[in-house]
């Protein structure tokens, strides 16, 4: 079972190899089409310990290893964390999660109604759901789809590495500490706050709070179930000689591995453009986002 799981699923699975390049295509750059897969795929192998077998590399195919872990790496960096890409990202699970928490949608539902579905026609659907339930209220789904610009301006982003121990502490305590209740009670902090400059209340959907709380993708080459293997192969006679782990194996995989937070992982807050345009100024959006970094240092302080 675990070498039926690791073909389609593990870390050089075929649903991640086909994620990387598909996206990489999708987005425009060119991270996922420098992934080696014939040679990958050549040099997939069993790995068998105590009775199980999973999904181990061929020695030749480091390279090609290598490849898919800073495939990975980059479109995380420079795509998946793009704070273009993270507002599209949060305005979704902002309504998503209004509609299953009201009981106006279950999880179950939206699968049978989506299964069948474009990305387009599962965001539509979302829209028109939310829209219904919530009798025209705001919608901060409404530019997405009408295939506009995201409909959020970013308004403060908080660093896991850069900016002083204060920011860091409220970073960290946002990421490891973060509950459902907790999040609208930020919520609710940050509508009110962002009124601060104008007097005037964003409605609910008008904030949206982006907090990215799972770990690094690329840090689980090395330790666990996780582990990937390498087998390796005699000088000359190619005989095998043994299995090492690729994290020990390869530098750069070693190097990604231990990397620090990354700066790309970053909290932040989105104001709808909307509101952002007609209620402020440029010269107010550096005094709105120091008040919005304290508000929130003072909500999380107690956590």
Known sequence: MLLARDVILGPFGVDRVSALTF????????????IDVASLVEGLTPYREDGNASIGIEEHSTAAAESVICALYWIYQYVYWHHTNRAVMSSVRFAARRLFTAGSLSFDDYLAE???S????ALAFLEDRYSAATSGAFNPLS??????????????????VFGDPSRLSTHAKLVKQLTPAREDQLLERLRNAACWPTGSNPQDGQVIIDIPVHPRPWS??????????????KTGTKAPSGWRRLIDHSPLIFALNTLPAQPARKVRVYLDRGYYNRSLQR?????????????????????
């Open 118 to 121: 474009t990305d387009y026609q």
């Open 220 to 233: 689980h080459f090395g330790t666990g179930e996780s582990s990937v293997m390498v087998r390796l192969r």
């Open 143 to 160: 530019s997405l789809a009408e295939l506009k610009r995201p409909g959020f301006k970013r308004v403060l982003s908080i660093s896991p």
């Open 23 to 34: 996206d990489s295509r999708q987005a425009g750059v060119s991270f996922g089409q420098a």
């Open 114 to 116: 989506v299964s069948n």
């Open 283 to 303: 010269a107010d959006h550096a005094a709105l986002e120091q008040h919005l970094m304290d508000e929130l240092g003072n909500e999380v302080e107690g956590w």
